[in-house]
């Protein structure tokens, strides 16, 4: 049977599919790692992402869509309505720019803060497979709801963000489950974890300032919960940001309640 999605979510899965198509053709340019800005977030804007944002106010305009537009590039643009795009226009950009297949555009529409976000699409911009959610309606991957996975002790597996800025206990994680991926790509990760493809994404810088921002997870946040998982910040407390890209914070995402009860006891976050 067909899904009809309301036609909030019919917009943004259109407008990634956009965005997917301009990538595509950005990456085969003769420039696309070229850093040709620094974003309102403070990180580096190559060549691709300057694209793919384009290509979403160039949606907004033609469609008439007066959604203000809140992402990692440009940062807050007002366009006079009373609804927030929150984009991050390639998630896992490193990836996408070394022909890596771990690469997504994250959009969720909300007003105020992640509480309040109710439409989201996460697109695999390599496979061209979207997740969507809608809120109380359901997770779905290419029109298939999902669902988180029951947890198995000694068959589990984490996402877990890896790098040189990783906590003490981001690191421990690794030997804590039978198995672990570090795919860079955090919108891609928690959406795996949505589908039941895993069991747990974790996040934790030592320094606040490269924790992750609204952009990263607010689409993967709500498909995740529609599936039946939910997140927190690691120190325990709602996981609930503005939309905005002042604040960042820690992820610990999981599917199964379990999983989340069982590591609370043994003190792995």
Known sequence: MAITRPKELDLLVRMAHMVERGTVQERMSPHPHRVVSIGASGSPTEEVDRVAEAQVLSFLEQEKLDWNLLSEELGYVERGGDRVLALDPIDG???????????????????????????AVVHDIMSGKTYWASKGDGAYYEGRKITTRSWRRGADLFFLNLNHNSSDKARALTSRARRTRSLGCASLEMSLVARGSGDLYFSESR??????RVTDIAAALLILREAGGDALSTDGSPLDLPLSLKERTSV??????????????????
């Open 252 to 269: 610990l995402a999981w599917g199964s309640r379990e999983l989340y009860e069982e590591g609370k006891r043994e003190g792995n976050w």
């Open 93 to 119: 950009s490193y990836n996408v720019l070394c022909g890596l297949p771990l690469g997504t555009v994250s959009l969720a529409l909300g007003t105020k803060s992640l509480a309040d976000v109710n439409v």
């Open 207 to 212: 320094m606040q300032q490269a924790n992750l």
